[in-house]
């Protein structure tokens, strides 16, 4: 009887795992059989379709035994490992038995090849799993035909606004928002120039756009800047030239369109003229009078960047005037534009400064010059202003707003020793925020940026090193070798810098390296203030090795040396690394 019993479940469950395995895309092929613990897809190429130009392969895959890797496999031979932890909500809500697996975070992956490396006619593809036992299983075998005959449509995504497929919801949007994704051709996304027929190398204003449509309600309004980094896409297709600078964004001006549902769609033409839409979203567009205020960012000081003076103790200032030409001055800059549609009250009427949430300078009350009271490569400088200043990166970004976004600048000069006698500053963290008016008396200032700030005292007068980090942005992926870019000054000269990630020395810039006091001319037109040479020759360069680290965020601190071995901790800033490991 036992035995009986025994026999009648095994069928049972083999026939159960064979229905399964048919159901839910489970094959037996591979160096270990998969089981009931595996459940994948693969969602493109679909079996024993015709292929050219950049071949998407994309998928899923869910095991609890972890899985660490995914080789993609042309005629049996492996091409390239996929890009996995890609978010798959719709995999997730589908298959909930999976939560908490350990390793995929998000069970998406996706690969590429190009259909020219390979010849005409039929092929088999599958993919490789292999798992953090040391187990490997061959999946998805499938034949596909290559026609390289045939021109390929742009292929892209459109990231934002996001899939309500994938989400759950259609996006609410307002003011300005960006439309965000990525496009790829094997031969190359269109260009065009505007106005039409201008030269970039004699014309200021003659813009280089990719024939990339931002279309709404299947209306064409107007051309997404591209290519942009795009790192992740470079990670999934490896073998196309670009791949790293393929992004785009356009920032759409919803204002001009009614409240309601529209469609947003995003268009790219190949140089051979053939065209694909890349993605469509309805959207709910609701803008009223809190959604569309002003808004901008403060370019400079980065965020915990640092303020300076030489004495930071002392009475309340007595003279009630700021700047003495015996201090230290730092400054603060940013743009920023008004996107109300009532033309009544459309624009900026005053910009405002806050330490500590202390009102400290006004563009309405005093801007102009800073006079002769001054150190020396400030006298006479015009401050504490806005809409003096070209912004042609912001008219760029945001063409629709016209010069609103090309005078959009504001710059002011504080004096922080003047503010720590006065009690607005202190020693250590401090905040600073910049609002702004608008036509409309009855708005409150709006704040557009907020952020932290380090005072430091340096009763020595060796003023520390200060700079800007330009390259990576906060909270940028990275991949492989990276360019560190920026500039640093030390009136001390700076002699070595030091790049530090999570607290260990990955390598040092010394002064004879080439790569340390380059010549920036652009920094000493932006701030003549600072003296030459420092003005000049004060740009670094450092390749940063990615691949030794985990993926995942890392925290890159740089260190300045000067002469006299004073060492300023200058730029602590968050960055992803994302290179399969």
């Known amino acids: 009887m036992h035995r009986n019993h025994g026999t009648a479940v095994a069928i049972l469950v083999s026939i159960l795992v064979a229905s399964l395995a048919v159901a839910g895309g489970i094959t037996r092929r591979g ?50 490992d996929a890009d996995l932890n890609q978010a798959r909500p719709d995999v997730r809500w589908k298959y909930p038995k999976y939560q ?18 390979f010849s005409d006619g039929p092929h088999t593809l599958a993919v490789r799993v292999r798992l953090a036992s040391g187990e490997s299983l061959v999946v998805g075998e499938r034949t596909i035909y290559v026609d390289n005959g045939r021109n390929q449509a742009p292929i892209g995504e459109l990231d934002s606004p996001r899939d309500p497929g994938a989400y759950g919801a259609h996006d609410q949007i307002s003011g300005v ?41 299947n209306t064409v309004v107007a051309q997404a800047m591209y290519p942009l980094p795009r790192p992740d896409v470079a990670n999934a297709y490896p073998d196309v030239v670009g791949a790293y600078n393929s992004g785009f964004t356009m920032h759409l001006d919803t204002t001009r369109f ?6 947003i769609s995003v268009r790219a033409w190949d140089t051979q003229g053939a065209s694909r839409i890349l993605g469509e979203r309805r959207v709910w567009i609701e803008n009223n009078y809190g959604s569309i205020g002003p808004f901008g960012r403060i370019d400079w000081p980065m965020s915990n960047g640092h303020f300076f003076s030489c004495n930071c103790s002392g009475p309340p200032p007595i003279s009630g005037v700021e700047y003495d030409p015996e201090h230290h001055l730092d400054w603060v800059t940013g743009w920023v534009i008004d996107q109300n549609d009532n033309w009544q009250y459309q624009g900026i009427v005053d910009v405002e400064l806050y330490l500590n949430n202390v009102l400290v300078k006004r563009h309405a009350r005093d801007c102009g010059s800073l006079g002769t009271s ?23 970004l945001y063409p629709q707003f016209l010069w609103d976004a090309k005078y959009s600048q504001f710059f002011f000069v504080v004096d922080t020793e003047y503010w720590l006698h006065a009690g607005v500053l202190r020693q250590g963290l401090n905040i600073l925020d910049v609002r702004v008016r608008t036509k409309d ?26 700079g800007d980090l330009e390259r990576p942005q906060p909270m940028r992926d990275m991949r492989g070798m990276e360019l560190l870019k920026g500039w640093v000054v030390d ?20 002064e004879y390296s080439g790569k340390l006091r380059m010549l920036r001319m652009d920094v000493e037109l932006r701030y003549p203030w600072l003296p030459y040479p420092h ?35 200058w730029v602590q800033r968050p960055v992803r690394f994302d290179n399969h490991n």
């Open 258 to 263: 009614t409240n309601g549902f529209h469609t």
């Open 535 to 569: 003005s000049r020759y004060n740009g670094f360069e450092y390749g940063l090795d990615t691949t030794k680290y985990t993926d995942g965020v890392h925290t890159l601190v740089l260190e300045a040396v000067d002469r006299a071995g004073n060492s300023t901790y």
């Open 100 to 117: 908490g697996e350990p390793f995929p975070i998000e069970p998406g992956f996706r690969t590429s090849f190009l259909a020219s490396n």
């Open 177 to 217: 928002f960006p439309i965000v994704g990525w496009a790829l051709d094997d031969t190359g996304i269109r260009k065009r120039s505007t106005p039409p027929g201008c030269n970039p190398s004699t014309d200021k204003d003659c813009l280089i756009l990719a024939d990339i449509d931002v279309m709404v309600d």
């Open 374 to 396: 001054v150190p020396a490569g400030w006298q006479n400088v015009v401050a504490n202003c806005y809409g003096l200043w070209e912004r042609p990166d912001i008219m760029y």
């Open 31 to 80: 160096s270990a059989p998969p089981t009931i613990q595996t459940t994948f897809g693969i969602e493109s190429p679909a079996p024993n379709e015709t292929v050219s130009g950049i071949v998407t392969v994309k998928g899923f895959i869910l095991d609890r035994r972890a899985v660490s890797s995914i080789t993609l496999l042309i005629d049996g031979a492996p091409l390239h």
């Open 491 to 510: 009136f001390n000269w700076v002699t070595q810098l030091k790049v530090w990630v999570d607290g260990h020395l990955d390598g040092v810039l010394s």
């Open 441 to 466: 008396p009855l708005r409150q200032p709006v704040q557009i940026d907020r952020i932290p700030i380090v005072v430091e005292c340096n009763t020595n007068v060796d003023y520390p090193a200060y």
